[in-house]
Structures are given as C-alpha cells and as structure tokens.
C-alpha cells in the first residue's frame, strides 16, 4: 500500500473511529462500511473534516446482494454458499478534489422488506437524482428526499428492474390504444424463453 493510502486510512480511522465497521484497501481503492444509524453522519464527516474534504459525490448507486455469493464460495454451487445479512446496500464514491484523493463508502439498509436511508441531499446536492436512480431502479427510499420519484422508468412502471427476482421480461407492458385513443398498459405478452445462448463443440475439441 502506498503512501498517500496508508495516510489516508489512518486519517479515516481517526476522523471517523468506531462509526467504520470495516475498512478495505484493494486494487489502490480504499473502501469503508459504517452502520445505517451513521450514515449520514459519516458522510458529513467524510466532507467536512480538513485532512479528508470529501466535498464532491462522484456516485451513488444501489446494490442487491441477494444472489452474491460469499468470500472465496464457488459461485457456481448451492444456494448455500449465498451471503448472509442485509440484502440492499448504496455504493457512494467521493472525492477531494483538494486534497486530491478518492474513498468508496458502503451502508446496507437494516430491512429487506422496506429499505430506507436517510437522503444526503442536504450534504452533497448532487445526491438527488442519484438517490432518484437508486429508488427506480432497486425501491430503495431515502427519508427527507425532496422529490423522490421515478427518473428513468415511466410513471405507470411497476417494480424495480435493477432488483435480482425481477422478471427479464418485465410485469406489464405500454401500447397505443387506437380504440381508446390513449396509451394503456397491459400484462406482458412475450413468452418467456431462455436467453442463454446454446453452445455446441465438436467432440474432442479443446476449449
């Protein structure tokens, strides 16, 4: 590990202490985990403290665990070799543009059933369309947004297409209506098929 990293862990630690639950250096990336409860207190730290000015949200993104597998399991084996814990987590990458260095910070939201952060609106600004993306794409809510709604999907989408039990083919599909002279939607029509491609070798052929 480099210099300018060893220093930057050391100063994360200091700045942050107990609110880290793990700290990660691989690839020359530095990535720190904290608990939903200090989440937003975490990032205020992470932009306001003077050795880390963390002052621009490169991204924020939305993860589903559900289907990842564990450390070192054969990612080909049984559902048993599937990590345990939190299902949904938010990614951010920050940087300093001063002090020119980079952290990545994971949080998971503590319920499955309705995962909730609070925003970071009020810490980075630019965090509102990312958490926008993050609530169309995974249903992930973030308390206190001032607009959290749809920004890719349309309006009448039901679901949340970057979730991992998500059907490929979606839930319903939009036409044009000449009767009705509107556009409606309707349940998906598509058959469902395999879309893994179908590979054929020739007996004795090396891959």
């Given at each position: 590990m480099s210099a300018k990293l060893d220093q930057l862990t050391?100063?994360?630690k200091l700045a942050l202490g107990d609110k880290i639950i793990k700290l990660v250096v691989a690839l020359d990336e530095i990535t720190i985990e904290c608990k939903a409860e200090d989440y937003f207190n975490?990032?205020?730290k992470l932009r306001d403290h003077a050795e880390l000015k963390f002052e621009q949200l490169m991204d924020l993104c939305g993860v589903d665990y559900s289907q990842y597998a564990m450390d070192g399991a054969d990612t080909m084996g049984a559902e048993d070799n599937q990590r345990e814990g939190a299902r949904y987590a938010v990614v951010l990458h920050l940087l300093s543009v001063s002090l020119n260095q980079r952290v990545r910070?994971?949080?998971f939201a503590q319920d499955d059933d309705f995962p909730v952060l609070p925003t970071l609106v009020d810490v980075w600004p630019a965090a509102n369309w990312y958490e926008r993306e993050a609530f169309d794409l995974y249903g992930l809510m973030f308390e206190n947004h001032p607009d959290l709604r749809r920004i890719l999907?349309?309006?009448g989408f039901v679901g949340h297409p970057f979730r991992k039990d998500f059907p490929m083919i979606g839930n319903v599909e939009m036409r044009y209506d000449p009767e009705q002279q509107r556009v409606i939607y309707q349940p998906v029509s598509i058959d469902m098929r395999n879309n893994v491609p179908r590979i054929i070798r020739k007996e004795g052929a090396h891959s």
């Amino acid at each position: 590990m480099s210099a300018k990293l060893d220093q930057l862990t050391a100063q994360l630690k200091l700045a942050l202490g107990d609110k880290i639950i793990k700290l990660v250096v691989a690839l020359d990336e530095i990535t720190i985990e904290c608990k939903a409860e200090d989440y937003f207190n975490a990032c205020t730290k992470l932009r306001d403290h003077a050795e880390l000015k963390f002052e621009q949200l490169m991204d924020l993104c939305g993860v589903d665990y559900s289907q990842y597998a564990m450390d070192g399991a054969d990612t080909m084996g049984a559902e048993d070799n599937q990590r345990e814990g939190a299902r949904y987590a938010v990614v951010l990458h920050l940087l300093s543009v001063s002090l020119n260095q980079r952290v990545r910070l994971k949080v998971f939201a503590q319920d499955d059933d309705f995962p909730v952060l609070p925003t970071l609106v009020d810490v980075w600004p630019a965090a509102n369309w990312y958490e926008r993306e993050a609530f169309d794409l995974y249903g992930l809510m973030f308390e206190n947004h001032p607009d959290l709604r749809r920004i890719l999907t349309d309006y009448g989408f039901v679901g949340h297409p970057f979730r991992k039990d998500f059907p490929m083919i979606g839930n319903v599909e939009m036409r044009y209506d000449p009767e009705q002279q509107r556009v409606i939607y309707q349940p998906v029509s598509i058959d469902m098929r395999n879309n893994v491609p179908r590979i054929i070798r020739k007996e004795g052929a090396h891959s």
